[in-house]
């Protein structure tokens, strides 16, 4: 089973608190999801499952859309963390650039029902929540051609090609993982990564 981004409620005096029932909400709203489809899951089977009323759902979640929306995003807010501090950290662009795509697919296999599920999904979110999800995932992927962008503005990199087609063959890999990526397989989250990194660098060299 994918180790899950924790999902964890405003910090009070420094130490942050649980939410049990959120937790439990987009828990069991992820299991339906992968054994139903989101479309065969109703907002009755998420909340008895999770044994809440609707009317505690509805405290946290504004709809079934919510929840799908919020097993991508809570991944995403912990990769575009973890993105910029890759990105303003010290050190040559090449490693940055490296230890921030490695990353990506790490936290991606340690979330991989999570993106599964989104990205088997997310066409059939309402258009204003699928309007804000494409902003979020554009603003990581700006984030990310920034790094490229840099190294081709100092000749580490080759910039005959744009950058954010660079970026967008990448993360073409990226969201593939979840059609063959198994934890049982023969490599890690980590190998995965440092192999994407390689290549995605090597085809960067001038």
Same mark, same amino acid.
């Given at each position: 089973m994918a180790r899950r981004v924790s999902d964890r409620?405003?910090?009070? /005096? /420094? &130490?942050?608190? %649980?939410?049990p029932v959120r937790r439990r909400l987009l828990a069991e709203a992820t299991r339906l999801f992968a054994e139903r489809g989101f479309e065969s899951t109703s907002v009755q %089977?998420?909340?008895?499952?999770?044994?809440?009323?609707?009317? &505690?759902m509805y405290h946290y979640f504004g709809s079934k859309d919510d929840l799908l929306h919020e097993i991508y995003a809570r991944v995403l807010r912990l990769q575009m963390e973890r993105l910029n501090r890759f990105a303003d950290a010290g050190g040559p662009v090449a490693e940055r650039l490296h230890a921030a795509a490695t990353d990506v697919v790490v936290t991606t296999v340690d979330n991989l029902d999570d993106s599964k599920i989104f990205f088997r999904s997310m066409h059939q979110l309402a258009p %204003?929540?699928?309007?804000?999800v494409r902003a979020e995932r554009r603003r990581y992927h700006e984030r990310f051609r920034g790094l490229v962008a840099e190294g081709q503005r100092e /000749?580490?990199?080759?910039?005959?090609?744009?950058?954010?087609?660079?970026?967008?063959?990448?993360? /073409? *890999?990226?969201?593939?993982?979840?059609?063959?990526?198994?934890?049982?397989?023969?490599?890690?989250? %980590?190998?995965?990564?440092?192999?994407? &990194?390689?290549?995605?660098?090597? *085809?960067?060299?001038?």
């Open positions: 409620s405003s910090p009070v /005096g /420094g &130490a942050p608190v %649980e939410e %089977e998420i909340v008895a499952a999770a044994g809440v009323t609707k009317g &505690a %204003e929540t699928y309007k804000t /000749g580490v990199f080759r910039d005959d090609i744009p950058a954010e087609m660079v970026v967008d063959f990448f993360f /073409g *890999s990226v969201h593939h993982l979840g059609t063959w990526y198994h934890p049982d397989g023969p490599l890690t989250g %980590e190998e995965v990564g440092r192999h994407f &990194a390689d290549l995605l660098l090597g *085809s960067l060299r001038p």
